[in-house]
């Protein structure tokens, strides 16, 4: 069954650090455009930053701009979300996933994976 498998989340003070790592268990999401979703308490999912199959493309929504920094390595089959600066609204579930055929942008998510928690104390 193909996963994505998050790891990374924690427990960090404002103004702090932190980087997610995302590992697929298979090599063809590397032709996948790929990015990371929160969803904090009584909130919608959002999509936080996403990146091409190569790498050329980054997005961000404007609340982590500059603070966050999305990458990947196809050959180790991850993507990687380099969080700085947290705030206390930076406090969610940070989901990896995968589109269903683009290569360029997130548009239609074909695999979540499971989650990772980050909590931001201020």
């Known amino acids: 069954q193909v996963q994505l498998v998050e790891s990374g989340g924690g427990l960090v003070q404002a103004g702090g650090s932190l980087r997610l790592s995302c590992i697929a268990s298979?090599?063809?999401?590397?032709?996948?455009?790929m990015g990371w979703f929160r969803q904090g308490p009584g909130k919608d999912r959002e999509l936080v930053g996403s990146?091409?199959?190569?790498?050329?493309?980054?997005y961000y929504v404007d609340s982590v701009k500059g603070r966050f920094t999305v990458s990947r390595d196809n050959a180790k089959h991850a993507i990687y979300l380099q969080m700085t600066n947290l705030k206390s609204e930076d406090t969610a579930v940070y989901y990896c996933?995968?589109?269903?055929?683009?290569?360029?942008?997130?548009?239609?998510?074909?695999?979540w994976g499971q989650g990772t928690q980050v909590t931001v104390s201020s």
């Open positions: 298979e090599p063809t999401f590397d032709a996948y455009a």
């Open positions: 990146i091409s199959w190569d790498g050329a493309h980054t």
């Open positions: 996933a995968a589109d269903r055929q683009s290569g360029v942008v997130v548009a239609q998510v074909g695999h």
